[in-house]
């Protein structure tokens, strides 16, 4: 009897609290949009934390750069690189040319600077290689005539010098001496206000600073001798 008075309050306790067929269906699209919800909320924080910790976007590249073949990325500064020695002899252009825009290394590896020197000379002077090495590059780019020399004994990737404007007189592969001539000034006014050489310096895709080529002597110029009072000059 007790059994059966049980069995029908428990029929009856489940009718009671059975939910209406309109709740059931207000509660299924209620469930889901709990469930995508924090799933969304999940994916957000997993992004943000990769986006913290991940890898920066690529910056982005200007046009101030080296327009001579084989360049591409660097900072410039040289860092990590083997030191430059000053293996040149001459200078590219004159006998002490001047500076008319110094090395200016960028501060980011796109960023705006001069990765190079820009040298007065009059169009149609000889051009020069300062060292010794090979042409690795001899011809037109962008408008404008570049010469590209490897330098001997500069390591592994070896130093390359680049000249530009110029007309080439030589091409690639031509071993070419320490003061050679590669060829002359071209009269194009792009560069700079005035006539001028572009002188860059690479090693593999890093830009440096080519006055580093020049020993003490040829960057300063010849020591001179100043008389002594009383000490008759020879």
Same mark, same amino acid.
């Given at each position: 009897?007790?059994?059966?008075?049980?069995?029908?309050?428990?029929?009856?306790?489940?009718?009671?609290?059975?939910?209406?067929?309109?709740?059931?269906?207000?509660?299924?699209?209620?469930?889901?949009?709990?469930?995508?919800?924090?799933?969304?909320?999940?994916?957000?924080?997993?992004?943000?934390?990769?986006?913290?910790?991940?890898?920066?976007?690529?910056?982005?590249?200007?046009?101030?750069?080296?327009?001579?073949?084989?360049?591409?990325?660097?900072?410039?500064?040289?860092?990590?690189?083997?030191?430059?020695?000053?293996?040149?002899?001459?200078?590219?252009?004159?006998?002490?040319?001047?500076?008319?825009?110094?090395?200016?290394?960028?501060?980011? /590896?796109?960023?705006?600077?001069?990765?190079?020197?820009?040298?007065?000379?009059?169009?149609?002077?000889?051009?020069?290689?300062?060292?010794?090495?090979?042409?690795?590059?001899?011809?037109?780019?962008?408008?404008?005539?570049?010469?590209?020399?490897?330098?001997?004994?500069?390591?592994?990737?070896?130093?390359?010098?680049?000249?530009?404007?110029?007309?080439?007189?030589?091409?690639?592969?031509?071993?070419?001496?320490?003061?050679? /001539?590669?060829?002359?000034?071209?009269?194009?006014?792009?560069?700079?206000?005035?006539?001028?050489?572009?002188?860059?310096?690479?090693?593999?895709?890093?830009?440096?600073?080519?006055?580093?080529?020049?020993?003490?002597?040829?960057?300063?110029?010849?020591?001179?001798?100043?008389?002594?009072?009383?000490?008759?000059?020879?």
């Amino acid at each position: 009897m007790v059994r059966m008075r049980a069995m029908r309050w428990t029929a009856a306790g489940a009718r009671r609290w059975r939910l209406p067929r309109w709740a059931a269906a207000v509660a299924a699209p209620l469930a889901l949009v709990a469930l995508v919800a924090s799933a969304t909320l999940l994916g957000s924080a997993a992004w943000a934390a990769w986006a913290d910790g991940g890898p920066a976007a690529p910056a982005r590249p200007d046009s101030n750069h080296d327009p001579g073949p084989g360049s591409g990325p660097g900072s410039g500064s040289g860092e990590g690189n083997p030191p430059v020695r000053a293996v040149g002899r001459v200078w590219p252009v004159g006998v002490r040319p001047g500076v008319l825009r110094g090395w200016d290394p960028p501060a980011t /590896v796109y960023g705006p600077g001069h990765r190079g020197v820009d040298l007065g000379a009059s169009p149609g002077a000889p051009v020069r290689s300062v060292a010794a090495g090979r042409v690795f590059f001899a011809g037109p780019v962008a408008g404008r005539g570049v010469v590209s020399v490897e330098l001997t004994g500069t390591g592994d990737p070896p130093l390359r010098t680049t000249y530009e404007p110029v007309r080439a007189s030589v091409k690639q592969g031509d071993e070419v001496a320490a003061g050679e /001539v590669i060829g002359t000034v071209e009269a194009t006014g792009r560069h700079c206000e005035g006539p001028c050489v572009h002188w860059g310096l690479l090693r593999g895709k890093t830009y440096l600073n080519p006055l580093l080529l020049l020993p003490p002597w040829l960057l300063n110029g010849p020591t001179r001798l100043l008389p002594v009072l009383g000490v008759p000059l020879p």
